[in-house]
T-cell receptor, first 117, second 115 residues
Framework: AQSVTQPDIHITVSEGASLELRCNYSYGATPYLFWYVQSPGQGLQLLLKYFSGDTLVQGIKGFEAEFKRSQSSFNLRKPSVHWSDAAEYFC???????????????FGTGTQLKVEL | DGGITQSPKYLFRKEGQNVTLSCEQNLNHDAMYWYRQDPGQGLRLIYYSQIVNDFQKGDIAEGYSVSREKKESFPLTVTSAQKNPTAFYLCASMPRRGSSYNEQFFGPGTRLTVL
């Protein structure tokens, strides 16, 4: 079964500082990996995705993530955080549903980012 | 503009009542999904549908029902059998079904509160 672990429930960084959010996944085959961001009371917006190819993926809003197969990780990074980045971030792994068919996303429990001015 | 709409944004229900949450998409996507979000638990899959007139149970389908009579619509009914329905509900869609993988697009969500 596929699973995702986000070990940090809350992270606080100062504006302008660098950021790294951790994500570890478990999946038996080549994973499809995603990072989504959610502002309070809103839906999820895709930041970036990894399907194959270059293991360093660039996304929107200056975010990037690196896929490391040996560590089963897909950590999200940003060199300089802005106050508007305060939100909840979800890592997800995509896979196929064996019974019933179709595709399924399994989400981590999220990391709440607070930005200090 | 293409997108996913969910209504209402806020919904209040008395215990013992059934309520229906609306999800509509004009992206021409085949697959649609319903998730439940609780604080500290991430998103959990309730039901999904790959094509019209077909849907499958997700991880937490008990107490919920769905229909898929039109490609663009995937309403979710929260029945009185759902023991703890207060949560944030998110609808999503995906461009293709089958072997080709794609990202899911999410609606803005409906917050359901049981009084």
């Amino acid at each position: 079964a596929q699973s995702v672990t986000q070990p940090d429930i809350h992270i606080t960084v100062s504006e302008g500082a660098s950021l790294e959010l951790r994500c570890n996944y478990s999946y038996g085959a080549t994973p499809y990996l995603f990072w989504y961001v959610q502002s309070p009371g809103q839906g999820l917006q895709l930041l970036l995705k990894y399907f194959s190819g270059d293991t360093l993926v660039q996304g929107i809003k200056g975010f990037e993530a690196e896929f490391k197969r040996s560590q089963s990780s897909f950590n999200l990074r940003k060199p300089s955080v802005h106050w508007s980045d305060a939100a909840e971030y979800f890592c997800a792994v995509g896979g196929y549903i064996l019974t019933g068919g179709g595709n399924k996303l399994t989400f981590g429990t999220g990391t709440q980012l607070k930005v200090e001015l | 503009d293409g997108g996913i709409t969910q209504s209402p944004k806020y919904l209040f229900r008395k215990e013992g009542q059934n309520v229906t949450l609306s999800c509509e998409q004009n992206l021409n996507h085949d697959a649609m999904y319903w998730y439940r979000q609780d604080p500290g638990q991430g998103l959990r899959l309730i039901y999904y549908s790959q094509i019209v007139n077909d849907f499958q149970k997700g991880d937490i389908a008990e107490g919920y029902s769905v229909s898929r009579e039109k490609k663009e619509s995937f309403p979710l009914t929260v029945t009185s059998a759902q023991k703890n329905p207060t949560a944030f509900y998110l609808c999503a869609s995906m461009p293709r079904r089958g072997s080709s993988y794609n990202e899911q697009f999410f609606g803005p969500g409906t917050r359901l509160t049981v009084l």
